[in-house]
Nanobody, 118 residues
Framework: QVQLVESGGGLVQAGGSLRLSCAAS????????MGWYRQAPGKQRELVAS???????YYVDSVKGRFTISRDNAQNTVILQMNSLKPEDTALYYC????????????WGQGTQVTVSS
């Protein structure tokens, strides 16, 4: 079992920055990959950024150059630094963990809201 708790969402003006944190606990050693997803109203959930155990990272094209995913192993925390935010980044952001070895995320946090005003 893995528990994930997100924090750091909020309201920011376009061009601003936010830093999301995801604290992981439980069976940390079973995690093969971690990622941040987002879902905006009326849209499908999309993978925003992720990294694997062997440090392969992924970013969706719309956030490349603006978002950075990183981890603090000492704190068992995954960070999503979001810069140059745009109104279209507004969504509920979820932290997720994959313990399946199949690329399927099987543990999810409760989500944190990010709202970017124009």
């Amino acid at each position: 079992q893995v528990q994930l708790v997100e924090s750091g969402g909020g309201l920011v003006q376009a061009g601003g920055s936010l830093r999301l944190s995801c604290a992981a606990s439980g069976s940390i050693a079973a995690i093969n990959a971690m990622g941040w997803y987002r879902q905006a109203p009326g849209k499908q959930r999309e993978l925003v950024a992720s990294f694997t155990r062997d440090d392969n990272t992924y970013y969706v094209d719309s956030v490349k150059g603006r978002f950075t995913i990183s981890r603090d192993n000492a704190q068992n925390t995954v960070i999503l630094q979001m810069n140059s935010l745009k109104p279209e980044d507004t969504a509920l952001y979820y932290c997720a963990a994959d313990t399946t070895l199949s690329g399927r995320y099987d543990y999810w946090g409760q989500g944190t809201q990010v709202t970017v005003s124009s």
